[in-house]
């Protein structure tokens, strides 16, 4: 491949990045759009409801005065019955309704320009094409975005049928601080796409170049661009929506002096209305019982405040980072891709083309089932779950629980070693007898954990009453101890494979020669072969330890977390899946696997260096 060829496809291949980046952020800002057009327009809906009367009542029929005598004329044919008023005559009163709709225009600072549909017929611009007749139908089920605008169905004073629609299309808006309204991204991306080309024309690494840092940025600029696309979402509909309530409190039917805070309320069906004090005009962000709000003070009244809250779209801003970084990475990669491709020889290409090829299914459910969800848990772990987990008693329990369960690994270890201390030593009589050992100390641990539970639940059940004394499962003193028992004699057997095989690597010259040193049988386990189990000792020990930390289908099965109210047994893993499907509190439940996580890691870290110790000895 020329050097030039290569510098054209590096460049391209920035290109492409930064455009993928553009249109993530593209798409997020125009999402954001709809989401608050539509949003908008269901709060208008609601507010044309709430302030349009009904119709008047029909004149009632004449009286004739008694006493008056009717001349005997024959009795005319009875009329026709009157055919039944539509549904949007039986809900408002159609003037009043088509200057509630001309009024939404002379808002000032409206936003968005809005048309109200009496039926299919516009009111606002009489001239606008009207509705189809499968409109109102199709609205039934909800609001949807069409031609531009968001249409959301106007039903009557009942909320039983649609009368109408309303359709709200946000006015354009500056997505950004710079010049023009632009945002970050697209300068950012010009910027990536030069140090690309730099890199590439001039021969230069990756970081030399900084092409690396320059995607990073450009993945930053676009995030930032998205949040503020998601805050701006939110701020216009509390600016708008403070408009409105404004214009009901002076509204609503029938006149009265003091409008109800439960009549606005029932405007804002995804917001909340609480009574409130004065307070600047622009939206703020304020922490209320641990979660973040988007808070405005509204006016209705001489003296009298209300505060709307809503939860703040940028909050979920994060996820756009899924697709943000992988966009803007992309250029680094495929440049390091081309510069592989360019000093690699051709057969050597083929081949590692094929290995990946063969490798991608794996590294994709590796990617979907395992990095995504990780990546998703640590986007739900927020800061105010992981306050509120250390102040919950219940998860110092867990924990506490969960170190306690652990103390069984020493006591498995003592006895595995002794098994294996036995077996090792008569492997030379009798090779059946060894085997048959082994067998029945290492079937417990390939059987079922489900099974193993279940045995020993009803082993527990059938020995309390069958002695008389009280259910080991159900003392919250003994039921902890109970579950350790099961793993000791579950363990036992992995344990002692373990510990087999670092005998079997002990060489025999050692221990003859500790024999011809008058070393006895207890010297020499304590002088030669202990010293020379340690790194399997060890290795035994944390993936014990690891292994009890994550321990859930023993608990699950056995106890579910109880004996209550004590929780005797709600080790941590249990405590995630109870507060993850329990009551769906899955970002509690994500900062508390997070916080197990790191526990794990300071038990990881020293099992890989000491893998990694004996892979270099090895």
Known sequence: MSSRLWAAGATAAATVAAVLVLVVVTTAQRRYERAFALRMAATTAAYVAAVTPPPPPPPSPRRVPRGRRRAAVPA????????????????????????????????????????????????????????????????????RWRDGAAL?????????????????????????????????????????????????????????????????????????????????????????????????????PPPRARVAITDLAAMVRDGEIVVGEPAESA???????????????????????????????????????????????????????LRWAERTPVRSRRETVMAWGFLAPAALHLLMFTVGPAIYAIYLASLANFRALVRDPLTWNSFVTSAAYALYVPISIALALAVALAVHRYRERGGWGRRLVSVAFLLPYVSSVVAIALLWQATYHAGSLGLGRPDWLSNSHTALLALMLVSIWAHVGGQMLVFLGGLDAIPQAYLDAALVDGAGAWRRFWRVTLPLLRPVTWFVFLTGVISALQMFTLVFVVTQGGPFPLHATDVVVHRIYRTAFGPQALGMASALALMLGIVLLIFRWPQLKLVRRQERHA
């Open 76 to 143: 005319p044919p009875p009329p026709p019955a009157p055919a039944p008023q539509s549904p949007a005559a039986r809900s408002y009163d159609l003037p009043s309704l088509l200057t509630q709709a001309h009024a939404l225009r002379t808002l000032p600072g409206w936003s968005s320009d809005v048309e109200v549909y009496f039926g299919t017929a516009p009111l606002v611009d009489a001239t606008a094409p009207p509705l189809s007749p499968d409109d109102l139908p199709h609205l039934a089920a909800g609001g």
């Open 152 to 252: 959301v169905p106007l039903n009557d004073r009942a909320g039983q049928e649609v009368v109408g629609a309303v359709a709200v299309r946000p006015r354009p808006v500056p997505h950004g601080p710079l010049p023009g309204g632009l945002g970050f991204a697209f300068p950012a991306a010009i910027v990536a796409v030069g140090a690309a080309a730099t890199i590439a024309f001039r021969q230069h690494s990756l970081r030399r170049g900084g092409y690396v840092g320059a995607a990073l940025l450009l993945a930053l600029a676009g995030y930032l661009d998205v949040w503020a696309a998601a805050r701006q979402s939110t701020d216009r509909w509390l600016v708008d929506t403070r408009r409105l309530l404004t214009e009901a409190a002076t509204r609503l």
């Open 283 to 337: 939206p703020r962000r304020v922490r209320i019982d641990g979660e973040q709000r988007a808070v405005v003070a509204v006016l209705i009244g001489p003296g009298r405040w209300i505060e709307l809250r809503s939860v703040p779209a940028e909050a979920e801003a994060p996820k756009w980072l899924i697709l943000l970084l992988p966009g803007a990475l992309l250029g680094p990669l495929a440049i390091m891709a």
